[in-house]
């Protein structure tokens, strides 16, 4: 199915007609995909992006499949992890990480529990979501945006006021949520920052989860859920304590908790790859043997995060802000711009170190002086390290 875009932006479920319903502007995915310029998108939806391997599984998958879904619970892992299909077909590695967790991620979407990611930023929650309601429902659009301001229509339904005044509460002028078309169609909805929603605009949820309908009394109906609904949500660890979820909601979810990447092995890879792909979608040259620059970038990251040095023998002050895997793929993936715009094509350290800096110099004087003395303490006596501390220095001055 074709959902338009407007469905991501949960406050155009009241918004008058002329706006929300099929608009111009913001309809981009759907609308030029639909003229037949998909590749011209910026950033393709999952199903999308990654349509021929999920098409080649949907062909070899013969396991059993969860009503309405459209791979059987394995392909949908295999789809997230990774591996060689019979006919030889590479299916790529989305997530990178414990195999278990996925496992228990997907088997929860096939039961009557929703699906809650929990962790710090930059764990890939969103990522993860958008590939799990890809792989499951062949449609990651159908997305609430939790926000302090998500207005309850957003997850129940809203009217189109145009229609409302003139004939009254109908079907025609009421406009579903994508949970209400989710519910509708037996899909797969996801519900981002579900802790910064306000606690009561939280609790509409626990009908929907528990009774699995929503109540229209306004016009004495509901729409009950058809199988193959499900709703995966994302919170941040941080936010937790802002809008705590209620227990009564919390029982209603399996709670996936995604680690950050246990080594720095494994970090450089999830940055090597995500980079790799994000160069390919701007149409970056290819830049060889950037791997050991991102190799720097990651233990940085990692070390000022975990506030000690990789051997563990120098404790260090961390910097305000998170510097997660996430922060990591933007400063490489800035630097390979800057490599292949106006560098000799090889990824350097002056290529990334304007990134790191901006990275971690966020509160400009607390986090300057850690920055300061990691640079003098940690960078400059590191060996081989002499080109990426001159470029740092360059970068702060
Ligand atoms: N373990 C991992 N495997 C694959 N990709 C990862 C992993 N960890 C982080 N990433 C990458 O990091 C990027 C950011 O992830 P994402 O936005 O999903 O994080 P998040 O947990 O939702 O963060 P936030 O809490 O800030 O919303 C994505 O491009 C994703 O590919
Ligand atoms: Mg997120």
Request: charged share 25%.
């Amino acid at each position: 199915m074709t959902v338009s875009i407007e469905s991501v932006e949960p406050t155009s479920v009241d918004t008058p007609a002329g706006q929300a319903r099929g608009a111009a502007p913001g309809a981009g995915a759907s609308a030029v995909s639909a003229d037949g310029h998909a590749d011209e998108v910026l950033r393709q939806h999952a199903e999308h992006a990654f349509a021929a391997e999920l098409a080649a599984l949907a062909a070899q998958d013969d396991r059993p499949r969860p009503a309405r879904w459209r791979l059987s619970p394995w392909a949908v892992a295999t789809y997230l992890l990774g591996g060689t299909l019979p006919d030889g077909t590479e299916i790529t590695p989305k997530y990178v990480g414990p195999r278990r967790i996925v496992e228990v991620a997907v088997t929860t979407l096939a039961t009557d529990r929703a699906l809650l990611l929990l962790g710090v930023p930059g764990t890939a929650k969103t990522w993860v979501s958008e590939h799990l309601a890809a792989a499951v429902s062949g449609d990651s659009t159908l997305l609430v945006q939790g926000t302090a301001g998500t207005p309850e229509e957003a997850i129940r339904y809203g009217w189109n006021y145009a229609q409302l005044l003139a004939h009254g509460p109908s079907r025609e002028a009421l406009v579903p949520s994508p949970v209400m078309r989710a519910m509708a169609e037996g899909m797969t909805v996801r519900v981002e920052e579900l802790t910064r929603v306000p606690a009561d605009v939280q609790d509409t949820l626990i009908t929907i989860l528990s009774e699995k309908t929503l109540p229209i009394p306004e016009l004495g109906q509901e729409t009950q859920a058809v199988r193959g609904f499900n709703l995966i949500a994302t919170a941040n660890d941080r936010d937790r304590g802002v809008n705590e979820l209620s227990s009564a909601l919390r029982r209603r979810f399996n709670t996936v908790v995604l680690p950050l990447p246990e080594s720095a092995e494994a970090e450089v890879d999830i940055v090597a790859r995500r980079v790799d792909q994000i160069g390919r979608s701007l149409d970056l040259p290819s830049v060889p043997d950037g791997v050991d620059e991102i190799r720097r970038v990651v233990t940085v990251f990692r070390e000022l995060r975990d506030g000690v040095t990789a051997d563990g023998r120098t404790k260090l002050k961390s910097p305000s802000g998170t510097l997660s895997t996430a922060e990591a793929i933007s400063v490489v993936t800035g630097g390979l711009a800057l490599a292949a715009h106006f560098g000799d094509g090889v990824l350097r350290a002056s290529d990334v170190a304007a990134g790191v800096l901006g990275a971690v110099v966020r509160d400009q004087a607390a986090d300057r002086v850690v920055w300061q003395e990691y640079l003098e303490a940690v960078v400059r006596e590191r060996e081989g390290w002499k080109d990426f501390y001159r470029a740092c220095r360059e970068a702060g001055a």
